[in-house]
């Protein structure tokens, strides 16, 4: 397979996003996807910089400890039916440390590009309303051992429910399968390649090396 690299060249990315066509009421919805621990939360940060200010939207904030992958009626209730309508969302995200619901509400403006971070953001519930669908390319092993060592000892007990939960959604409903883009992190930046489900106008990618 042929690799295009985006070494500092987000910027291209971010220009290919823009030009696809709205998924959600005005909203071209982008999911970044992956493992936990698999650095999805810093290239979205990084891509929605690229993108001039993208809101990002994270899973964790409609996740909870009792349901870790039961947030997508929430998602689609709270933010997906007005952004659809092209009307501003408003939600409650929840608070891992106090475990509940925050009281003050979060607003999100219908926006070009609106990214969606988190692990199961690609799920099949979300799809319908997906401009692009983003994996990022790292085993799970290696995602899991690397958001570990991140997380320390004092989650220990949290990753010990979360690995076999995490297993069971993907066995259930895969993501990687229906992405059109794969991104791999090196050491001199990201590098971004045609994924399952691309098709004839996804390549080639443009890049800065």
């Not at 004092?154 to 794969?182: I, K, N, Q, V």
């Given at each position: 397979?042929?690799?295009?690299?985006?070494?500092?060249?987000?910027?291209?990315?971010?220009?290919?996003?823009?030009?696809?066509?709205?998924?959600?009421?005005?909203?071209?919805?982008?999911?970044?996807?992956?493992?936990?621990?698999?650095?999805?939360?810093?290239?979205?940060?990084?891509?929605?910089?690229?993108?001039?200010?993208?809101?990002?939207?994270?899973?964790?904030?409609?996740?909870?400890?009792?349901?870790?992958?039961?947030?997508?009626?929430?998602?689609?209730?709270?933010?997906?039916?007005?952004l659809a309508r092209g009307t501003a969302a408003h939600y409650a995200p929840y608070d891992w440390v106090e475990r509940r619901f925050a009281t003050a509400r979060r607003r999100l403006d219908p926006a070009p590009v609106v990214l969606l971070e988190g692990v199961g953001s690609g799920r099949r519930a979300v799809r319908p309303r997906l401009a692009r669908l983003l994996w990022m390319d790292l085993p799970e092993r290696d995602s899991w051992r690397r958001g570990q060592l991140r997380d320390g000892p004092e989650l220990s007990a949290f990753w010990d429910g979360w690995l076999p939960a995490?297993?069971?959604?993907?066995?259930?409903?895969?993501?990687?399968?229906?992405?059109?883009?794969l991104v791999v992190q090196r050491k001199e930046?990201?590098?971004?390649?045609?994924?399952?489900?691309?098709?004839?106008?996804?390549?080639p990618w443009p890049h800065t090396a």
């Amino acid at each position: 397979m042929r690799t295009y690299p985006s070494v500092g060249g987000l910027d291209a990315l971010a220009r290919r996003l823009r030009a696809l066509p709205p998924s959600c009421g005005p909203v071209r919805l982008v999911a970044v996807d992956g493992h936990a621990g698999s650095g999805k939360t810093t290239f979205a940060g990084r891509l929605a910089e690229a993108l001039g200010g993208a809101p990002v939207l994270h899973t964790d904030d409609f996740a909870t400890h009792e349901q870790l992958f039961g947030w997508d009626g929430r998602l689609r209730n709270e933010v997906l039916t007005p952004l659809a309508r092209g009307t501003a969302a408003h939600y409650a995200p929840y608070d891992w440390v106090e475990r509940r619901f925050a009281t003050a509400r979060r607003r999100l403006d219908p926006a070009p590009v609106v990214l969606l971070e988190g692990v199961g953001s690609g799920r099949r519930a979300v799809r319908p309303r997906l401009a692009r669908l983003l994996w990022m390319d790292l085993p799970e092993r290696d995602s899991w051992r690397r958001g570990q060592l991140r997380d320390g000892p004092e989650l220990s007990a949290f990753w010990d429910g979360w690995l076999p939960a995490e297993r069971a959604h993907f066995a259930a409903d895969p993501s990687r399968p229906y992405a059109g883009t794969l991104v791999v992190q090196r050491k001199e930046g990201y590098e971004v390649l045609p994924g399952p489900a691309a098709n004839d106008g996804d390549a080639p990618w443009p890049h800065t090396a």
